[in-house]
């Protein structure tokens, strides 16, 4: 059951724009299969799955490759980890870490291969992160600060 419900939620999240948990829970049900958001937040979990910024600036549920995921994770963890702070102007984001760490951060960022990013420049302790727009710049601020906390 669990593993057909997971290959369900594959499928939805990777033919559908899913935002939460709530949406994906009444997907699942459409097709017959009685879930609870709980149940939902742990197949989340352990499916290892992220949001990523859709095209029309929405997040969504994905996943990632499965050669990506034990490198992303390590990555993902270090960035979380040497974050300071950040804030954007235009469509640059300028991402402060602890000092040393912001070439293993920035390395984080790109791994997520997020197509709204350009790229990153990495120094010592300061990462600068374009944004193909000003307003995913401001969304992506949002979305490290929501992370960190």
């Not at 991402?95 to 197509?115: F, I, N, R």
Request: proline share 1%; hydrophobic share 40%.
């Amino acid at each position: 059951m669990k593993y057909s419900r997971h290959a369900k939620i594959l499928d939805i999240i990777e033919k559908n724009i899913i935002e939460t948990q709530e949406e994906l829970a009444e997907k699942l049900k459409e097709i017959g299969m009685d879930v609870t958001q709980a149940t939902v937040s742990r197949d989340i979990k352990e499916l290892r799955l992220i949001k990523v910024l859709a095209g029309d600036n929405r997040y969504k549920y994905a996943s990632f490759a499965q050669g990506e995921t034990t490198i992303s994770n390590k990555l993902l963890t270090i960035f979380t980890q040497s974050f300071v702070s950040c804030d954007y102007a235009n469509n640059i984001v300028v991402v402060k870490t602890l000092p040393g760490m912001a070439q293993a951060s920035a390395s984080a960022v790109d791994s997520l291969k997020w197509s709204d990013i350009v790229g990153t420049i990495a120094g010592d302790d300061t990462i600068m992160i374009v944004c193909r727009a000003e307003k995913i710049a401001e969304e992506l601020v949002n979305r490290f600060n929501r992370m960190i906390k």
